[in-house]
């Protein structure tokens, strides 16, 4: 197998203290910044920040949909980690900043498959997911900076 890796990054003009609250609100903002490739969004357990369980389906192209069953972790304060419990699939949350901006970042890695389909899931997948993170958190600059 080999690890695949999408970054995605966007500086917001609010404090980092509501950027970060903002990112691990799993019961409220999480679900108003979501873009069309995310369905069946739903809260398990927690709602905030660490300890949570969220379930969604994410159709990352037409024929790309992956049952995403997330475990939220944080382990250091400007960071939380979603490991999906049904795969390799691993999101890092990090919100940096000083005085009124912030800097989101976010980073998926998976383990991608080998052979030619992992060759071609290597070269075009991180630029998807790469594009749909973009759009989520231009969706959170959005609802923060409103």
């Known amino acids: 197998m080999n690890q695949v890796q999408a970054v995605a990054e966007q500086v917001i003009n609010v404090p980092v203290d509501q950027v970060r609250a903002a990112v691990a609100d799993y019961a409220g903002v999480r679900g108003k910044i979501l873009t069309s490739h995310y369905r069946d969004y739903e809260v398990r357990s927690g709602g905030t920040g660490a300890g949570t369980v969220v ?11 992956r049952d995403v069953l997330v475990e939220v972790s944080s382990p250091q304060p400007d960071v939380l980690v979603e490991a999906d419990r049904n795969s390799t699939l691993i999101s890092t949350w990090t919100v940096q900043g000083s005085g009124g ?16 389909g992992g060759f071609f899931e290597r070269i075009f997948a991180p630029a998807g997911l790469r594009r749909i993170h973009g759009e989520l958190l231009a969706n959170l600059a959005r609802e923060l900076q409103a």
């Open 55 to 65: 379930h969604w389906t994410l159709q990352a192209t037409q024929k790309r949909v």
């Open 101 to 116: 901006s912030s800097t989101v970042r976010v980073v998926t890695t998976w383990e991608g498959a080998n052979g030619i």
